[in-house]
């Protein structure tokens, strides 16, 4: 079946590092990629997503390519804030054979403490 | 207002127990899912609902049972709780089609002695 995985954390950073959190993916289809953000006491929220190979997601400084000779879809962003911190979750949808739906596949995320 | 709302947001209760969590949403989203999420094993899906007749158990739906009761409405039930189900819970909802993303509620944090 479909899997994600995430580098582990936690990952500490000092304000205005730069940050990558690095995450594959297996899947049976061709999947679209999303990360999704979780702060404390939230649900998740979609930070961003990408449908296609090459395709950049983008949002709030944050970037990821979907890269399928590598199934990667990494995370980064050139300048943190301490209020990025954080969960991190990166996640496939894709056609599940024989469901005929979409469903969403999540890695198991990455906690994200940023120190001024 | 958020648009997916969970109720309650806490509840410690005891084993045995049958419990209700309840979702509502105001996006007019067809689908709706039920999530638990804990330490170090990320999101697994528990059920999800496509439309109102339309209900799928997800990767682990023993012990649970859920009721789709309008299309704004989607609860998940605990018949006898247990304490492995001791976690946290997330409502989700989205547009139909492959490549829309998911939108949560906060969540509601389940404890069972």
């Known amino acids: 079946g479909d899997s994600v995985t995430q580098m582990e954390g936690p990952v500490t950073l000092s304000e205005e590092a730069f940050l990558t959190i690095n995450c594959t993916y297996t899947?049976?289809?061709?999947?679209?990629l999303f990360w999704y953000v979780q702060y404390p006491g939230e649900g998740l929220q979609l930070l961003l997503k990408a449908t296609k190979a090459d395709d950049k997601g983008s949002n709030k400084g944050f970037e990821a390519t979907y890269r399928k000779e590598t199934t990667s879809f990494h995370l980064e962003k050139g300048s943190v804030q301490v209020s990025d911190s954080a969960v991190y979750f990166c996640a496939l949808s894709d056609l599940y054979s024989g469901a005929g739906s979409y469903q969403l596949t999540f890695g198991k995320g990455t906690k994200l403490s940023v120190i001024p | 207002d958020a648009d997916v709302t969970q109720t309650p947001r806490n509840r410690i209760t005891k084993t045995g127990k049958r419990i209700m969590l309840e979702c509502s949403q105001t996006?007019?989203?067809?689908?709706m899912y039920w999530y638990r999420q804990d330490p170090g094993l990320g999101l697994r899906l528990i059920y999800y609902?496509?439309?109102?007749?339309?209900?799928n158990k997800g990767e682990i739906s023993d012990g649970y049972s859920v009721s789709r009761q309008a299309q704004a409405k989607f609860s998940l039930s605990l018949e006898s709780a247990i304490p492995n189900q001791t976690a946290l819970y997330f409502c989700?909802?989205?547009?139909?089609?492959?490549?829309?993303?998911?939108?949560f509620g906060d969540g509601t944090r389940l404890s069972i002695l």
């Open positions: 899947a049976t289809g061709y999947p679209s």
């Open positions: 609902s496509f439309d109102v007749k339309d209900i």
């Open positions: 989700a909802t989205s547009e139909a089609g492959g490549n829309q993303p998911q939108h």
């Open positions: 996006k007019g989203h067809d689908r």
